[in-house]
C-alpha cells in the first residue's frame, strides 16, 4: 500500500466520523432514526443557575394551609417545611425537628427544634411559629385540607373537632410539647403541615385577627423556611420564585423557579411537550411513548390510587362461616399481573393490601396470593362446591347454582376492562359471575356522563344491591383503615361492604393507640394477618404514575405521590442549557 493511499483511507475515515456526528446531531435536532448510538450521555456535575419552569393550574390562593389544589400543594412545598416529613418508606423523619420523645404513655410529643433555621426575610425559626401554626389551624374552617388529613388520622375513634384534641405549649425558643387529649399512633405524621412565621400575623397579641390574617386567601405573601422564597405573583399567569441563599442544607442549584398557570393538566402536558414548561406528570397510562423522544426522561413511581373488589356481606353466602374460602378462591383465581400488563401496560404494582406498597408498616410476607388457578378450585372444594350438572361451574354446598353479580363504574374505560377480566378469571374456574354493569362505552361520551354513572352506582353500593364491586380508594399517606372495615362505619358509609368482625375492630384499635413504632409495626403485622385471612376486600394492585422531565434537567430526581418535588434544592441544569431556558420565554 503506497503512502497516497494511506492518505486517502485515513481521509476517508476522519470524513466517517464528521459524518456520523453531523448524522447524530441531525437525529437530536429532527428525531430521525438512524443507526447511532442515542442512549450514550454526556456526563455532567451539578452547576448554580438555570431556571426551571413548573407547572401550575389555576389557584385561588397562596396560602398553604387553605389550598385545596394539588398542583399547588407540591409547589408550595419549595417554600414551606413542616416539622417532619416522609421518608421513602412513609416513615417519619426530621425537618425542622430536630428531635423528639414521646412522653406520657404517648400523649405528649416533646420536640427539640433546630436552631440553624432562617425565615426568608432574615428572621429566626423558633417554638412560637409552631405553636401559632397549630393554633391558626384549630380556629380554621373544618373544610380546609390541613384538617380533614388531621381527620384521616383521626379515624373512627376520636371526636374529629381538633380544638379539644391538640394543645401546645412552649418550653423556649427551640423546646415545645404538642399535647393530645388521648394517645393514638399517627401524632407524628399529622405533623407534617407547614408551618408559618408567626411575626407576619400577630400585630401586638395572639388572637381571632391574627388567625384570620393568616387564613386569608387574598393578598397571601408566602415566606417559609424552605429552599425557594417567594418573589412575585402575577395574578393566575405567574410565580416566581428564587433560590434561597441561606438555606441551611446549602443553596439550590437552580437559581429560579416559575410556576406557570395553565388551565389545565391536559394544557401543562401540551405546554411540556412544547417545550414551554420543564416537566409535567403523565396523564394516562401509555407513557413509553415518549421513550422515543431524547428530550425526554421519565420518573415512574407507585399512586396511592389502590383498586379492589369489594363484597356484599349482608348477602350470606359473604357472611357465613368460612365463606373466606371462597374470597381466597377469588384472590387465588384473579390474574392480576395480567390485568396490570394488558390493561395498564405495566404500570401497576401488585398487592394483597390496602397499605401503599412501600410502606414500613407492611409486612415482608405479607403478599401471599399469586395467580394459581388449581389452589382456587382447592378453596371451592373445601366449601363443600361441585359442578353437580357439568356446565364448568360450581353449584353450592346445598346443590344450588350459584350467581354473583360483579358492578362498577363501567364509562371508566380501564375499569371496564379489568372487570372483564376479572369476569373471565372467575368463569374459568367455575364461579359464575355476570357482569351487572353497561358493556359499552357510549360514543361521544362526556364528562357528566361518567359522573352520572357513577352516581348510580355508589347509590346501589350504598343501598347494597351488588354483590362484588370493582372500585378504588385514594388512600391517605396516613394508613389508617378503620373507615373501611371498623364496623362503626357501616352506618357512617365508609364501611359499605357492611363488614363486621370483632377480631378486625380490635386490630383496628390496636393500630391506634399504639403510639411506639415498634408497638405500631407488630399492632399493623396483626391487622394484616387478618386481612389476608378474612379478605373482606380482595386488594388488586395499585396504579404507578410518572413524571416526565426536560432532559436538561438533572440531579437527584425522585419523585413520590405526596412530593414530585422531592429533592429539589439538589437539581441542576448544565450551563450549556440554561441559556436555551432564558430564550425560549
Sequence with gaps: MNFNKVILII??????????????????????????????????????????????TIIKTLNPLINENASYYYFSKLIYEGLFELDDNLNIKNQLAEDYTVKDGGRVISIKLREDVLWHDGEKFTAEDVAFTINTIKYANNDIGYKKMFDNAFGSFINSDIRKIID??????????????????????????????????????????????ALAEEDFVPIGTGPYMFEKYDKHKTIF????????????????????????????LVAFETGQVHLTTALDIDWEKYDQNNRIRIYEFISPNYEFLGFNFSNSIFRKEGSNKLRKAFAYGIDRQSIIQRVYLGHGTQTDLPIYPNSWLLSEDSNIYGYNPSKAKEELDKLGWKDVDGDGFYEDEQGKKVQLRLITNSYNPLRLKVADMIVENLNDIGIFVVKDYPEKIPENITEEMREEQWEQVKNRILKGDYDIALLGWHLSVIPELSFAFHSTQIKAGTNFIRYNNKMM?????????????????????????????????????????????????MGDIDPTFFNIYRNIEKWYIPKEFQQETVDKK
Design 11 to 56: 481521509l476517508a475515515l476522519i470524513m466517517l466520523i464528521v459524518t456520523v456526528g453531523c448524522e447524530k446531531d441531525f437525529q437530536d435536532d429532527h428525531m430521525v432514526d438512524l443507526d447511532v448510538d442515542v442512549n450514550v450521555e454526556k456526563e455532567y456535575k451539578p452547576e448554580f443557575g438555570g431556571e426551571l419552569i413548573l407547572p401550575l
Design 241 to 268: 420564585l428564587k433560590a434561597y441563599e441561606q438555606y441551611r442544607e446549602g443553596r439550590p442549584y437552580i437559581d429560579s423557579i416559575v410556576g406557570k398557570m395553565l388551565e389545565d393538566d391536559e394544557l401543562s
Design 168 to 213: 401546645v405549649q412552649v418550653i423556649d425558643s427551640y423546646n415545645i410539647d404538642i399535647i393530645f387529649n388521648k394517645k393514638f399512633s399517627h401524632e407524628l405524621e399529622i405533623l407534617t403541615f407547614p408551618i408559618l412565621p408567626k411575626h407576619k400575623f400577630v400585630l401586638e397579641k395572639e388572637d381571632k385577627n391574627a388567625y384570620i390574617n
Design 505 to 553: 375492630d380490635e386490630a383496628l384499635i390496636e393500630t391506634f393507640i399504639s403510639v411506639n413504632r415498634n408497638d405500631k409495626l407488630r399492632a399493623y403485622e396483626k391487622l394484616q394477618t387478618i386481612i389476608n385471612e378474612d379478605l373482606p376486600y380482595v386488594s388488586l394492585f395499585f396504579i404507578n404514575e410518572a413524571l416526565l422531565v426536560d432532559k436538561k434537567v
